[in-house]
C-alpha cells in the first residue's frame, strides 16, 4: 500500500483513509487483495492496535511496505544462493 502523504493526493476524507473503507478498496486492484494483506502482516508482524482510525491506517500502511521489503529481500536471497556460480562475475559479484 501506499504511504498516507500518497493516499492524500487522492483524497482529504478522513474517512476514506481507513483500511476497509469504500475508496481503498476500490482501488485495490486485486479481488479480496486488503484481507490478503492483513493475513500476510499476522504472520509476519504485529498489527497496529491504536483506536485512532487514521493512525491505525498509517501503520497499517507502513507495515505493507515492511512486509512487501522483507519479501523482495527472502526472493533475491533465495535467488542469489541458488544462482549457478558461473552467472557471478568475480570482479564485481555482479550476475
Same mark, same amino acid.
Given at each position: ?6 493516499? #492524500?493526493? +487522492?483524497?482529504? $476524507? +478522513?474517512?476514506? =483513509? ?7 478498496? /476500490?482501488? @485495490?486492484?486485486?479481488? @479480496?487483495?486488503?484481507? %490478503?494483506? $492483513? ?12 483506536? @485512532?482510525?487514521?493512525? /491505525?491506517?498509517? %501503520? =497499517? +500502511? !507502513?507495515?505493507? %511496505?515492511? /512486509? ?11 535467488? #542469489?544462493? !541458488?544462482?549457478?556460480?558461473?552467472? $557471478? /562475475?568475480?570482479?564485481? +559479484?555482479?550476475?
Amino acid at each position: 500500500m501506499p504511504s498516507v502523504k500518497t493516499w #492524500r493526493q +487522492s483524497t482529504n $476524507i +478522513s474517512d476514506d =483513509l481507513t483500511y476497509m473503507s469504500d475508496f481503498v478498496v /476500490n482501488r @485495490d486492484h486485486h479481488p @479480496d487483495g486488503q484481507h %490478503q494483506m $492483513i493475513t500476510e502482516l499476522q504472520f509476519n508482524l504485529p498489527l497496529p492496535v491504536t483506536k @485512532d482510525p487514521l493512525k /491505525n491506517f498509517t %501503520q =497499517l +500502511s !507502513y507495515l505493507t %511496505q515492511v /512486509n512487501q521489503a522483507m519479501t523482495y529481500k527472502t526472493v533475491s536471497d533465495h535467488c #542469489r544462493y !541458488y544462482s549457478p556460480v558461473d552467472m $557471478i /562475475n568475480p570482479n564485481t +559479484s555482479q550476475g
